[in-house]
């Protein structure tokens, strides 16, 4: 299992019979920096996570297994929230220690965590 | 299996229901020399491990499932044990019975890599 951060959601009407209904979603692999590790990917939501969200997630077989139907074509899975990830005094879940995009500020990094969520 | 440093803790109260009580850790995978190696990842603890723990991990679905009992379980990641000691020609490179502690400082990643 990995810690990462949900960047956005992926739509797919013409799907693998088996996984309909279950959210995609995009993210990012972190270290445990907060920064990111690896390339970004694709993962089926077993909770209702959506952009900006810290999550942990399992990857290869197991991901399937987290799906409401086990035997269906997928490799990586969220399964829960992150509320707090704890390395030595640093909290990860941080607003503060969220890593900062070019040009961002508190206020806009704010709005986003709080933006509502679609669907 | 594959030894790794506990460097941190991960709380989460919405999972699936599989995961619920049970502690997630940090894991930072290393060398024998407690040199980092691979990604950072989290693990289930099944030996009562704690920050600063060197630990034994499994990462692997089949021995993950058949430890917490869950035949479909979506779980991969399990810490098994904690060292004692490593030993390597007659030396040991890791002894925490000395209370030695791993190392919570993060090396830095090198430019460009």
């Not at chain 1, 951060?5 to 995009?26: D, F, N, Y």
């Not at chain 1, 987290?66 to 390395?87: N, S």
């Not at chain 2, 020399?33 to 089949?62: C, F, L, P, S």
């Amino acid at each position: 299992m990995y810690l990462a951060r949900v960047i956005g959601r992926v739509v797919a009407t013409t799907r693998s019979p088996g996984l309909e209904g279950v959210p995609l979603q995009w993210i990012q692999p972190l270290d445990e920096r907060g920064e990111g590790m690896g390339d970004t990917l694709v993962a089926a939501a077993a909770i209702s996570s959506g952009p900006g969200d810290l999550v942990h997630f399992v990857d290869g077989r197991e991901g399937a297994l987290a799906c409401p139907e086990p035997f269906v074509p997928v490799d990586a899975a969220i399964l829960g929230f992150v509320e707090e990830a704890a390395v030595g005094a640093k909290d990860l879940a941080d607003l503060e220690h969220r890593p900062a995009e070019e040009g961002d500020s508190t206020a806009a990094r704010e709005e986003r965590s709080h933006r509502p969520r679609r669907g | 299996m594959f030894l790794a440093d506990v460097i941190g803790t991960v709380v989460s109260s919405v999972q699936i229901p599989l995961l619920d009580g049970e502690k997630l850790l940090l894991l930072r995978p290393v060398a024998p020399d407690g040199k980092a190696v691979g990604k950072t990842r989290i693990g289930i603890d099944r030996a009562q491990a704690g920050v600063g723990d060197r630990v034994i991990v499994i990462d692997e679905g089949n021995s993950a499932r058949q430890i917490l009992d869950a035949p479909n379980g979506a779980v991969k990641t399990i810490v098994v044990g904690i060292v004692d000691y490593v030993e390597r020609d007659g030396e040991y490179i890791y002894d925490h019975r000395e209370g030695t502690s791993v190392s919570l400082e993060t090396p830095r990643k090198k430019v460009g890599a």
